[in-house]
């Protein structure tokens, strides 16, 4: 067999990677449970889960002949399992919707163990924000109405739950009945289901310990799929948490406002108005980081950065003066909804204390004063420090 290091993920199987396949498709025919397994200890010690099944329409066909028998073998299962990605394909989440409703608890233990193991998603991978599959939402459902709350708190910090908005809520499909095959399997009901604030809540009073891991891998894959922000939307109210101290690590909240992406940007600067105490120690460096969204070209972050820099400069006096001159000059900007954001910002700011703007702003505050943006730039002269 050869060596993985270093390998293609996606490549054609060597001979001896075909011939170890075939003749485990064919044990999974044939042999008993007892040799199932005892096939899975020589799997583990001289083999890995990628040397198998490349083409995933032999694994499905073996996977299916084996549960038709009625056997399980948890260990072989557990062993192949774990290099497949279950994401972007229907026949793997159908196995695994088969594993959990199998009569042997085992079944349901060692789909536990594969959620648990699943790698989080990243922006650049082709599967990212492909939508689970029915047979997914299928599982996803069994647990919430079986109270299994450990596969969906490994579902929320593996980043691997279906969900459905309506405006800014978000809901888990119901589907009892999951359609199996076919394109009808990709579909996502959009209407009824249970509230994610609701699943969230059980999830975290089930593990109070568990609930700030799965946060922070949720912060972790951001950018590359919708769920982060859902959780974390609902967490940054969270009583229940905010009552035992969490807050957002700074660090995090950085690298989210740091990022290369509009959608991990949007959702830093969101949870940090939502958390501006979560900003310590690292105000200065957020300071900078909003000011260039601020200066960017997209509206929707310079509009959020605008009034991070508001929140930012009230907390901390060392913040202020920076904040003040990134906001000043967004005045000057050509795009008059960054314009506005500015002066909200900077009239926000004025209500607290008189501002120490330059003799350029104050100018460009003046020429505002007399057009469209009047009684904000007004408002804001009327509390410059003299």
Known sequence: LPDLAGS?????????????SALLAAGMQVLPEAGLEALATWLRVHAQPGHLFHYGRSWHSAADALLERGLLAPGLFAFVLGAR??????DEQRILWQLYTHPDPRGAELVREVVAALPLPRPDDYVSGVPWKQPWQGLQTRAWETGDLTLLAACFERCALQTWSKGAKAFLPEVRTPVLEGWQANSVPTDGGVPLEEVWAAVRDADPERAPRILAALLAC???DELPAQVLRI????SALLAHGYRFAPGALLDLVESPGARAVNLGLELLLAQPEAAA?????????????LRGA??????????????LAAAEA???PAALEALGDALFASQAPRVEAALRALGALAKAAPLALSAEVQARLRALSDGPHAKQATGVLAQVQV
């Open 85 to 90: 990605r279950p994401r972007n394909e229907t």
């Open 222 to 224: 951001a950018e590359a």
């Open 235 to 238: 967490a940054a109210r969270d």
């Open 8 to 20: 293609e993920p996606f490549r054609d199987p060597t001979p001896a990677e075909s011939e170890l």
């Open 318 to 320: 060392d913040a202020r």
């Open 281 to 293: 120690g690292m105000t200065l460096a957020l300071v900078d980081a909003a000011a260039r969204h």
């Open 298 to 311: 997209a509206s929707g972050p310079a509009k959020a950065a605008a009034r991070a820099l508001g929140v």
